[in-house]
C-alpha cells in the first residue's frame, strides 16, 4: 500500500501495488520483481507518496473465527513491517466470509505488528519452518519470551498484533485501469480504451490512476519519463504536449 503519514502518525493510503504473487489456501507467496518495485517506487516518489504498508486478503476456504491472523501470516507480516522501517507501517487484511445466501461477506482490518513482534523477527526469534501439525494460531519461538509473565516458545498470533481505526478518506487518484500482474493484462487497447472514456477531462485528470503510470513506465521505455507525469498528476499542473502525444500515439497503435 502507498500513501502518507502526516506529523501526527496518521497513514493514509491513496493505491496498491499488487506484486506478481501465488496465492494458495493458507499462505500467499510474493513473488517479487526488484525492478518493476523500483519504477513503483519512482511513480510513487513522483505522486509524492510512499510504501505505507501491506495489504492481503484471506479466502472463505480459511476457517479463522478463534484468531486475526495465522503463523504464516504473523511472520510474513513482519518481515516486510521489518523491512519498511516505518514506525507507522500498517497492515491490512481482508476476510472474505460466506454469508446464508452462500454469496461472500467482505470485511477490512487494519493492524500495526508491535514493535516486539519487529524486533523479535529482526533478532531472528521467530521459527520460520511449519509443520503439518503446527496450530496456525500461536507463533513458535527458537528461546522462551515473557508473555503474561510466563516464559512460553509458543505465543498467541494476536499478542503481536496492535489494532488500527480505519476511517475513509477520499483520495487523489482514479483506480478504473486495469490491475498490474493478474491474468488479464492491459494492452494498448485497454490504453485507448480509457482515453477515449475519459476524453471530456483534462489530459493530466486522464492519466491520473496509478496502475496506468505503471503500464506506461512498463511500455516501450517510457520508465524515465513516468516519475515526471507523476508529480503532473500529483501537483494537478498541465501534462506537456509532447508527452501527451507521445501516450496518445501508443493508444493509436492497438
Same mark, same amino acid.
Not at 507463533?139 to 516464559?151: F, I, Q
Not at 489530459?203 to 496509478?210: N, P, S
Given at each position: 500500500m502507498y500513501g502518507t503519514v502526516s506529523e501526527e502518525g496518521r497513514v493514509e493510503v491513496d493505491f496498491i501495488y499488487e506484486p506478481p504473487q501465488q496465492g494458495m489456501e493458507d499462505d500467499l507467496i510474493l513473488l517479487r520483481d526488484p525492478e518493476e518495485e523500483k519504477l513503483?517506487?519512482?511513480?510513487a516518489a513522483g505522486l509524492g507518496r510512499k510504501r505505507v504498508g501491506f495489504i492481503f486478503t484471506?479466502?472463505?476456504?480459511?476457517?479463522?473465527?478463534?484468531?486475526?491472523?495465522s503463523n504464516k501470516e504473523v511472520l510474513q507480516a513482519a518481515e516486510l513491517h521489518a523491512e519498511s522501517g516505518l514506525k507507522e507501517w500498517v497492515t491490512v487484511v481482508v476476510k472474505l466470509e460466506a454469508n446464508?445466501?452462500?454469496?461472500?461477506?467482505?470485511h477490512f482490518e487494519a493492524f500495526q505488528m508491535s514493535d516486539?513482534?519487529?524486533?523479535?523477527?529482526?533478532?531472528?526469534?521467530?521459527?520460520?519452518?511449519?509443520?503439518?501439525?503446527?496450530?496456525? +494460531?500461536?507463533? +513458535?519461538?527458537?528461546?522462551?519470551?515473557?508473555?503474561?509473565?510466563?516464559?512460553?516458545k509458543e505465543v498467541d498470533n494476536?499478542?503481536?498484533?496492535?489494532?488500527?481505526?480505519?476511517?475513509?478518506?477520499?483520495?487523489?487518484?482514479?483506480?478504473?485501469?486495469?490491475?498490474?500482474?493478474?491474468?488479464?493484462?492491459a494492452t494498448m487497447r485497454t490504453l485507448k480504451n480509457?482515453?477515449?472514456?475519459?476524453?471530456?477531462?483534462?489530459?493530466?485528470?486522464?492519466?491520473?490512476?496509478?496502475?496506468?503510470?505503471?503500464?506506461l513506465a512498463m511500455s516501450h521505455g517510457l520508465g524515465s519519463d513516468v516519475p515526471a507525469l507523476a508529480e503532473c498528476v500529483s501537483t494537478?499542473?498541465?501534462v506537456p504536449?509532447?508527452?501527451?502525444?507521445?501516450?496518445?500515439?501508443?493508444?493509436?497503435?492497438s
Open positions: 513503483v517506487d519512482a511513480i484471506q479466502t472463505i476456504m480459511q476457517d479463522k473465527k478463534d484468531y486475526n491472523f446464508e445466501d452462500g454469496d461472500a461477506d467482505v516486539m513482534c519487529v524486533k523479535l523477527f529482526k533478532e531472528g526469534w521467530f521459527v520460520t519452518e511449519f509443520g503439518e501439525d503446527d496450530d496456525p +494460531k500461536l507463533s +513458535k519461538m527458537k528461546k522462551e519470551v515473557v508473555v503474561g509473565g510466563k516464559d512460553v494476536d499478542f503481536f498484533l496492535v489494532v488500527v481505526k480505519i476511517i475513509d478518506h477520499q483520495g487523489p487518484l482514479s483506480s478504473t485501469f486495469p490491475i498490474e500482474n493478474r491474468n488479464n493484462l480509457h482515453l477515449d472514456r475519459t476524453k471530456s477531462l483534462p489530459f493530466v485528470k486522464r492519466i491520473a490512476d496509478f496502475h496506468l503510470l505503471l503500464f494537478e499542473t498541465a504536449e509532447g508527452y501527451q502525444l507521445l501516450i496518445e500515439s501508443m493508444a493509436n497503435t
